[in-house]
Each structure stands twice: as structure tokens, then as C-alpha cells.
């Protein structure tokens, strides 16, 4: 016996068995169970979403030997006809061949006759969008008054090129296009019935490139069996689809964070290499954008993500406005990837743009860089604005003039220790101005006049940590330590477990250059991680806010008003909900 292909095969018998057009089903369900049927449906729809096989199921429920019924039996002659494509009172016809008025007037005129071995005969057009305007007017008058042993099924996937005049005739459904879950359980439904070997990753890909088709997914399922040698994994798919692998994402974010050029083109570079396709990376890229900013605006929904871990750390990492511009940017070069030179380009341009580009205050976007110096320096200073005691986190404004790599020169030193000269240029940071300010070479050892003197308690800790010029995860490494001691030139801070990834050589560069520019000192930073740090500015921040919330929950519910609205309505009132009006 022939190979029969999935999507034949699992062709929906019944309209239980339909997936994701509930809907729909309801709607026909109650018609045929109460005999208040139409004389004309038009079903509109995405390919692949059910259109065909609703027809089918429409016609062997009106034919079943069972009678005029929402479950047919199946086994009947009329059913397995159907089923079968042979069912003589079932005429199929394809509008994008047959676009005529002779087509549809001989179509009309066989209307007139009685159905051969069924109950009614049921006519599908599909496609009835390509009819011409001539054979469209032929159909009318039939459409509107049918003989009673006729029912009409269009079908379109373009809905809006049906004439007005057909569309009021008939009784429209809208067919949605299937969510990534509801493919990905139906596809395993299937190969577990089948007997297949395969893994959830696998799934989870070819639903997502189904985008929304089932019929779609069941022929990349029958593809990705014959690449696998009859299993379906993730790996082999990935490569069959040409699917870019999350951890390119991961790197090309944690790259941005970083403010890192060189490992930003690195992984352009290699997603090239692999032959990737650059749509599919921005695609993605800007689908983990989407995910970050649901983390970051409603916390709790990551939970549903399969990353959430890594979507939580990135959404620490960025501001939420940087994350709208990142993704508009993402978007956009996808569009524009057909104007570059190649493919390869158009990507690398798309990500050096991220780099680039940052959101200013007041909403404008600004690059981060001047003619005249470093693109990550002096230039991206402009409209900085200084944490506020309600924010632990950095500002987008400050994340736009994070340290350039090639300023800073770092010499080899331990993971515990940070010994790197300071850099040649770097900025004093104030609420909203900013400027840039020269260093001493780095043989002298003269203090400027403005420098701060280096903390010798821990109390004076959190004032100087605020007034340090970083950004991005230098800042946040800075806000989470808790000053431990000076030993000479040797500075001992405490960091959390919780935080103990932001004690990269990196970002201790970055805070031990700003605090030698502060103070004028050289200095060696060494970490003591694991260290709960309840000195630091992080959390001294995080107490102010609590009492500051708790403040205000105190002045709202002392209002008279609202000990009114309490007493009077027995109200209750939500603490989350309380916010102060600037």
C-alpha cells in the first residue's frame, strides 16, 4: 500500500477532532443540531487552518445516514465516501481554474437537480476570490435562493476580494490561525499514535514555523521524519529548517549589555558562517526582545516562558525603553534586509544599530557616539540623568555611555582582583548634566581637585557608589556591594550570591577605573562573594522605596475620604494599586 502523507491521513473526521476552531464548531454544531441551517457559508482563513475539511464535515453531517446530525457516524456509505473524495452530491470546485461565467453557470444549472444517493448536495468553491466579476453576478440569484436540496460552501483566503453582494448573502466564519500550542500537542498527538520517537524541542520548532498552518506543520513533520531517519529531534530540525539557535540570541543580547563590538560581529559572523538565514535571526531576535518586555512589564508571565531564566537575567540587564528600541530595530532591518547588498549585511548592519542607538530622555532616540571621539564616550553623555532612590537599577539614559573596551587597556590580574589603569577619559555623572572631565596620566599620582575621598565605613559606602559615573552592569555590580575594609591600596567589597555574574573582570575594570577617577587613587578591588550585602546601595534604595510605599499607603488610608468610602461601602483597599501623583 502507497505512503499516505500526514496530512491526508489525519484529515479531522469528526468536528471534535478539529483543533483551534472552536468557534466555528459551536456555531455549526448548534445549527444542525436545532435545523436552523443557512443555504450559504463562507469561510474565510489563512491555508491550512481547517476550511476544506469543515466543508467535508459539513457535508457528511447533512448526509449521514444517521440524518441531519453535528456527529455523523463515519461508517456509513455517505460518510466513507466522503471521507474518500468520491461522494457524487460533494462537488468540489476550484475557482482559481474555473474563473469563468460558463463554469459557474454549468455548476448552477446541475444545481437544479435533485442530489444523486445523498440527502443534499453541497457545492465548495474555493478559492471563490479568483471568480471573475461576471461569473460572480451569474451566481447571485442561486446564492440567495437556492433549491432546498442545495447548500453553498465558499471558501477564501482572501476575503476582501469578494464582492459585497456575495458576502451579505452568505453566513461568514473567520478561521484564526492556530496558536504554536495547539500545533505543537496536535503534532504530538500524532506521533505518538504513530509510534515515532521524538522530543518537545522538535515540536516546538516546526510549530513555530508553521506559523499558524496545521496543514502546513503536518507537511514540515513528514519532511522532518524522512531528514531524521524516522525520528523527529531538535537538532536535525534546527538544521532542516535552517533555525538560528537561541543561544546565538542569548549572546548577541548579553553582547549589547556588554557594549561589546567585537563579540557582537563574532556572532554575526558565525551565524553566517553556519549559512543561517538572517530574516530567521532577527525574527527570532525580536521574539526574545517580546518575551523580555512581557518579564519586564508583568514579571509573573515569564513563568510560562521555556527560557524564563535566561529572559529574567536579560530583563534585569536592559531597560525597558531600550528593549522597545531594540525591537522596533530588529523589525525594521528584517524589512530591510531585502535593500542590502547580501543577506549578511543587512544583518550586521541590523545589529551594529543596536549598539548604536539608544533612547534619549523625553522619548527621542539618540546615537551613541559624536565625529570627534570614542561612539561609547564623551558623545553618549548627552541627557544623562542620575538614578533615582526609587530605581536600584540604572536608567536607559545613563545604560547609553557605558566605558569603550579599547579605552580601558586592562592588565592580566586575577578573577578576585581588578588592576587595570584607569582610562584616558570618563565622565562626572550629576542629576540630568554631565561632563567630561581629563584624567592624569597613569604614572602620577596627583588627586584632582575635586576628589572624593575613599570610603572608610560602610556607611559612607552607598554616597559614593551614587556619585560614580558607570552603567549597564558596571552599575549594577557597584549598587550591590557592600564596602568590607581598605588595606593599602587594597578595597575588600562584599556581593551577594544572588549577584555573584556581575563580578566579571569586565565590569570590576569598569568600577575600579571610575573609583580611582573619583578619588584619585590607585586602587586593587577583591570580592568576597556570598556575602549578604545590606550596606549597599541596592539595598538601601530597596528600603527607601519600601518606606516610602509604606508612607504613602499610611497618608492614603488616613484620607477622610477614603475612611468613608471604607466605612460607608465596607470597601477594601488593594496596596499595590496605591501610586503618588507627581
Known amino acids: 500500500m502507497s505512503y499516505q502523507v500526514l496530512a491526508r491521513k489525519w484529515r479531522p473526521k469528526t468536528f471534535a477532532e478539529l483543533a483551534g476552531q472552536e468557534h466555528v464548531v459551536k456555531a455549526l454544531a448548534n445549527a444542525l443540531d436545532t435545523g436552523r441551517l443557512h443555504h450559504a457559508y463562507l469561510l474565510t482563513g489563512t491555508r491550512g487552518v481547517g476550511k476544506t475539511t469543515i466543508a467535508r464535515l459539513l457535508a457528511k453531517s447533512l448526509n449521514c445516514v444517521k440524518g441531519v446530525t453535528s456527529e455523523p457516524c463515519g461508517v456509513c456509505d455517505a460518510c466513507k465516501a466522503i471521507d474518500a473524495g468520491r461522494f457524487v452530491d460533494l462537488l468540489e470546485l476550484d475557482a482559481a481554474s474555473n474563473t469563468g461565467v460558463e463554469n459557474m453557470r454549468e455548476v448552477l444549472d446541475n444545481a437544479r437537480y435533485a442530489p444523486t444517493v445523498g440527502r443534499y448536495k453541497v457545492y465548495l468553491i474555493d478559492e471563490v476570490h479568483m471568480l471573475s466579476k461576471g461569473a460572480f453576478n451569474s451566481m447571485l440569484k442561486t446564492l440567495e435562493e437556492p433549491p432546498e436540496h442545495v447548500k453553498f460552501v465558499l471558501a477564501t483566503t482572501d476575503p476582501q476580494k469578494v464582492p459585497i453582494t456575495v458576502l451579505s448573502r452568505c453566513l461568514q466564519f473567520n478561521l484564526k490561525p492556530l496558536p504554536a500550542p495547539a500545533i505543537e500537542a496536535r503534532l504530538d498527538h500524532i506521533l505518538d499514535a504513530e509510534s515515532i520517537a521524538h522530543d518537545a524541542g522538535a515540536l516546538a520548532l516546526l510549530a513555530r514555523a508553521a506559523r499558524g498552518s496545521l496543514r502546513d506543520a503536518l507537511s514540515l513533520l513528514d519532511q522532518a521524519i524522512a531528514f531524521g531517519a524516522g525520528e523527529v529531534r531538535e537538532a536535525p530540525v534546527r538544521a532542516m529548517l535552517g533555525a538560528v539557535d537561541r543561544d546565538h540570541l542569548y549572546r548577541i543580547l548579553d553582547a549589547i549589555v556588554a557594549d561589546d563590538g567585537p563579540a557582537l560581529l563574532g556572532e554575526a559572523d558565525a551565524i553566517a558562517e553556519r549559512g543561517l538565514d538572517a530574516g530567521e535571526a532577527l525574527d527570532g531576535l525580536a521574539s526574545l526582545l517580546q518575551r523580555i518586555a512581557v518579564a519586564q512589564v508583568v514579571p509573573s508571565a515569564a513563568d510560562a516562558f521555556d527560557d524564563a531564566p535566561r529572559v529574567r537575567e536579560l530583563a534585569a540587564a536592559l531597560s525597558p525603553e531600550r528593549v ?129 575621598p575613599l570610603p572608610q565605613t560602610a556607611e559612607q559606602w552607598p554616597g559614593l557608589v551614587a556619585q560614580l559615573p558607570l552603567t549597564g552592569l558596571a552599575a549594577q555590580l557597584a549598587a550591590h556591594t557592600e564596602w568590607r575594609g581598605v588595606d593599602g591600596h587594597t578595597l575588600t567589597l562584599a556581593l551577594p550570591a544572588a549577584h555573584k555574574h556581575l563580578a566579571d573582570k569586565a565590569y570590576a575594570d569598569k568600577l575600579k577605573a571610575a573609583l580611582e577617577k573619583a578619588t584619585g587613587r590607585r586602587l586593587l578591588l577583591a570580592f568576597e562573594v556570598g556575602i549578604a550585602a545590606e550596606g549597599s546601595l541596592a539595598s538601601q534604595r530597596e528600603r527607601e522605596r519600601v518606606e516610602a510605599k509604606a508612607r504613602d499607603e499610611a497618608a492614603f488610608n488616613d484620607e477622610p475620604f477614603v475612611r468613608d468610602v471604607v466605612s460607608r461601602f465596607g470597601a477594601t483597599i488593594k496596596p499595590d494599586s496605591i501610586k503618588r501623583v507627581p
Not at 344 to 356: C, D, I, P, S, V
Not at 361 to 385: D, F, H, I, Q
Not at 400 to 414: G, I
Open 324 to 452: 522597545q528600541l531594540a525591537w522596533q530595530i530588529a523589525i525594521r532591518g528584517g524589512e530591510d534586509l531585502a535593500l542590502a547588498p547580501d543577506p549578511a549585511t543587512g544583518f550586521t548592519m541590523t545589529l551594529l544599530r543596536l549598539l548604536a542607538f539608544a533612547p534619549a530622555e523625553g522619548g527621542r532616540v539618540e546615537a551613541r557616539g559624536t565625529p570627534g571621539g570614542s561612539p561609547r564616550t564623551a558623545g553618549a553623555e548627552k541627557g544623562r540623568a542620575a538614578p533615582t532612590a526609587a530605581s536600584p537599577a540604572p536608567s536607559m539614559a545613563a545604560a547609553r555611555s557605558t566605558a569603550s573596551p579599547s579605552a580601558a587597556a586592562p592588565a592580566p590580574a586575577p578573577a578576585s582582583a581588578s588592576t587595570a589603569p584607569p582610562p584616558s577619559t570618563t565622565s562626572t555623572a550629576r542629576p540630568s548634566t554631565s561632563t567630561v572631565a581629563p584624567q592624569a596620566p597613569s604614572g602620577t599620582s596627583r588627586e584632582p581637585a575635586s576628589a572624593l
